[in-house]
């Protein structure tokens, strides 16, 4: 599909701007994440890339964040909210409530290398079960070793 939109949509973007570019710079990339306890971490992850990268100062103020669906309410139809999202509280109001405090915190400096090693790599992101698990319905492993010798056992 990612090979299809790059050669229709990008030379018609190329013709309508004047541009002679790729839109997108590497390969399309992703990650299996374990709902239950990383998701909202991956969202969070998202919605302050453009804080991290010095382009606005709250998620809010980014023109594609999900944060004015999430925190402000503000409706889009291209915006579904993920069960676990749904989770954080019965009624609207306290669940975006939640869902802006999950923002008052910075993201673990660990965290951060862990998402972003599960994205470059492809290896899902969860805790040792989850990985297992995945392992076990593809039947083969997953994830990247760690390179050099292993270590001896003493």
């Not at 083969?140 to 050099?148: A, D, F, N, T, W």
């Amino acid at each position: 599909m990612m090979q299809h939109v790059g050669r229709s949509y990008v030379p018609y973007i190329n013709y309508v701007y004047g541009t002679s570019s790729s839109i997108w710079e590497g390969r399309f990339k992703s990650s299996l994440i374990q709902d239950e306890e990383y998701f909202l971490l991956c969202m969070r992850y998202i919605e302050l890339n453009p804080v991290r990268a010095n382009m606005v100062k709250s998620p809010g103020s980014y023109r594609w964040s999900s944060d004015k669906r999430n925190v402000l309410g503000q409706h889009n139809t291209l915006i579904t909210s993920h069960p676990v999202y749904k989770q954080l509280a019965r009624n609207l109001d306290q669940r975006r409530e939640k869902y802006q405090v999950l923002f008052t915190t910075e993201i673990d400096k660990e965290l951060l290398t862990n998402i972003r090693q599960a994205w470059q790599t492809g290896t899902p992101l969860g805790n040792s079960y989850f990985k297992e698990l995945v392992e076990s319905k593809l039947k083969c492993k997953v994830g990247q070793s760690k390179r050099g010798r292993p270590i001896a056992s003493t």
